[in-house]
């Protein structure tokens, strides 16, 4: 199983980003899926993380500002981020919790996809 970041860049403050995130493999189900961050000398901090009900929880350094949402037929998870803040800047990780045809859960990582947030 794998997941597929893109979407990060340069963009100015107040900016917009859409990240994307797809799923593929050997996927029976996705539970949750879910986005985090990690700055410079600083721990990965979850963002947002939605359920496969549709349930979203955002960190309140992002509420407000951006959304996460899922295509359950695609199995991708998007982060919309308008507003964006130098304090914004990080490198974005995707993950999911999968359930494969063999009913193994899995908890999987994405690469990583920088977001720089600067004038």
């Known amino acids: 199983v794998q997941l597929q970041a893109s979407g990060g860049g340069l963009v100015q403050p107040g900016g917009s980003l859409r990240l994307s995130c797809a799923a593929s493999?050997?996927?029976?189900?996705?539970?949750?899926m879910g986005w985090y961050r990690q700055a410079p000398g600083k721990q990965r901090e979850l963002v947002a993380a939605i359920s496969s009900g549709g349930t979203t929880n955002h960190a309140e350094s992002v509420k407000g500002r951006f959304t996460i949402s899922r295509d359950a037929a695609k199995n991708t998870v998007y982060l919309q981020m308008n507003s964006l803040k130098p304090e914004d800047t990080a490198v974005f990780y995707c993950n999911a919790v999968v359930v494969t045809s063999e009913d193994r859960v899995l908890e999987v990582w994405g690469q990583g996809t920088q977001v720089t947030v600067s004038s």
């Open positions: 493999g050997n996927i029976f189900s996705i539970n949750g």
